[in-house]
């Protein structure tokens, strides 16, 4: 499976940005999938997660009420709707996949987000 993330940019606190990650390959393999961000000089950090068919999600404390995760599997897509942006959500995103049958999830190379005060 192969990811590719999207839509990151630079974007004054209180804006919005939506995250994209598209799919391909074995797409028919992919279960859960979730979105991670790191931050420089910080570990990598789950910010929101999301079922195979979409029936449920977690998101981390610090972005509960202002980012959204969804996904689309006929188009092989998962969003991440990024609302109130802070300072602090600044990192690069990125979407990764757990397959049906492997213990070895797929990473998409990431995309950076930036939010200015």
């Known amino acids: 499976v192969h990811l590719v993330e999207s839509g990151g940019g630079l974007v004054q606190a209180g804006g919005s940005l939506r995250l994209s990650c598209a799919a391909s390959?074995?797409?028919?393999?992919?279960?859960?999938m979730g979105w991670y961000r790191q931050a420089p000089g910080k570990q990598r950090e789950l910010v929101a997660g999301?079922?195979?068919?979409?029936?449920?999600?977690n998101y981390a404390d610090s972005v509960k009420g202002r980012f959204t995760i969804s996904r689309d599997n006929a188009k092989n897509t998962m969003y991440l709707q990024m609302n109130s942006l802070k300072p602090e959500d600044t990192a690069v995103y990125y979407c990764?996949?757990?397959?049906?049958?492997?213990?070895?999830?797929?990473w998409g190379q990431g995309t950076q987000v930036t939010v200015s005060s």
């Open positions: 990764k996949a757990e397959r049906f049958g492997s213990s070895w999830p797929s």
């Open positions: 390959g074995s797409t028919f393999a992919i279960n859960a």
């Open positions: 999301i079922t195979s068919a979409g029936g449920s999600t």
